[in-house]
């Protein structure tokens, strides 16, 4: 029984970080099916925390702090247990579901590249996205598929595309912090100091793929995950057209978002298309 509240409790820390770090997302675990919600929200701890290292501990070594989190993480794994709640939920989600731990170490080496790397060349580009979003997609995936292998080998491009297309989308919403703050650029080939609505099409143009290849795979999902996702991969949609009406000189200056008003209409359109069948 003990062990059960100790497991319990360190969910649940996961659960505040999600709904404390992105409404976003937290709107979108809730209308997934409730067996999926906390080991959901374990992965969005575990990613959430580790991106706090690279982003925002200005004042300490990052270097050691993100070297602690990842061997504190397989050790977590290894021994199935943490008195750190946030690794101790992720890996209660990573043993049950047996998340292939290829899938964190590449998520791991994208956050160590966060505290050196500057700019990237194209081929670097793409380790980074797989390593920082898609296989967050993929460790989601693992769980909404529940051991099916077939289903997840099936619908691990899709996921991929997905969470690519997250991420790419997030690249040029926070362009300015990343910066300025930051001192990266993400988007390869691209001089910021210049940056042409040119430059913001083309981008547009390969997020713009991946959001497409990514719907198809939304359709085959299970259909307790189906809504969860499909409103992530709606309010991205909303964010990225938002993006796609400023010019370059713009989203260079400011932050683009969808006030939390426009999140919400967004969840009662789409709870009642997945009703009728409309997706």
Do not use: W
């Not at 899938?103 to 700019?119: C, R, T, V, W």
């Not at 991420?167 to 919403?173: G, I, S, T």
Request: hydrophobic content about 40%; some cysteine; proline content about 3%.
């Amino acid at each position: 029984m003990m062990r059960s509240l100790f497991d319990d409790t360190a969910l649940e820390c996961s659960k505040v970080i999600t709904r404390r770090y992105s409404t976003s997302f937290s709107l979108g675990i809730r209308t997934l099916d409730k067996p999926y919600h906390m080991p959901v929200y374990a992965i969005y701890g575990f990613v959430r925390y580790a991106d706090e290292i690279v982003d925002t501990f200005h004042d300490q070594d990052k270097v050691y702090l993100l070297d602690k989190f990842k061997r504190d993480t397989y050790e977590a794994i290894e021994n199935k247990i943490s008195l750190n709640p946030v690794l101790h939920a992720f890996q209660l989600t990573v043993n049950t579901y047996q998340i292939d731990r290829r899938l964190i170490e590449a998520f791991l080496y994208s956050m160590e590249l966060d505290l050196h790397q500057k700019g990237y060349e194209k081929s670097q580009y793409e380790e980074y996205i797989y390593g920082s979003a898609e296989v967050v997609g993929l460790m989601c995936l693992k769980v909404f598929c529940k051991g099916e292998e077939a289903l997840y080998e099936s619908l691990k491009a899709p996921a991929r595309r997905l969470g690519a297309a997250f991420q790419k989308v997030n690249f040029l919403r926070d362009i300015k912090s990343d910066l300025e703050e930051r001192g990266r650029v993400y988007f390869p080939g691209v001089n910021f100091q210049s940056f042409t609505n040119e430059d913001k099409l083309l981008i547009e143009q390969d997020i713009k793929e991946d959001f497409e290849a990514a719907y198809e795979g939304i359709l085959r999902l299970p259909k307790g995950s189906r809504l969860g996702v499909y409103l992530a991969y709606i309010y991205y949609l909303k964010l990225f057209s938002k993006i796609k009406n400023l010019p370059a000189k713009t989203i260079m200056q400011q932050r683009v978002r969808v006030p939390d008003e426009q999140k919400f209409a967004l969840l009662v359109q789409t709870y009642f298309r997945h009703r009728l069948n409309f997706l």
